[in-house]
């Protein structure tokens, strides 16, 4: 893990779906992670297993919380995205053993 946007995406790890208890990379809610070491800004896309979910917010904030403590020089905002949809096809093998699917 030697580029700063593998260890954004390593941290985001850390931020667990409350409902389903997997973090937000195996789930595949993490689309895109967009590092300017320039401007010293960091740019998440993130979208949740659906629109209503009622832990979206503490997803959004947890997740850059945990961003900032870990590169409090850097501006974070996470965008939340619905296009494309988040489906069971997002998870990842980890995440498909975690829920027990496949």
Do not use: R
Request: glycine fraction near 6%; charged fraction near 25%; include cysteine.
């Amino acid at each position: 893990m030697n580029t700063l946007n593998e260890k954004i995406v390593e941290l985001l790890k850390g931020v667990i779906d409350p409902e389903l208890m997997v973090n937000v990379v195996d789930l595949g809610l993490v689309y895109a992670a967009k590092i300017n070491e320039t401007d010293h800004k960091i740019n998440i896309d993130l979208t949740l297993t659906s629109p209503g979910c009622p832990m979206g917010d503490m997803i959004v904030e947890d997740a850059k919380q945990l961003i900032l403590a870990n590169y409090p020089a850097y501006e974070v905002n996470i965008d939340l995205v619905w296009e494309p949809a988040w489906t069971l096809e997002n998870l990842t093998e980890k995440g498909k053993a975690a829920l027990g699917h496949f």
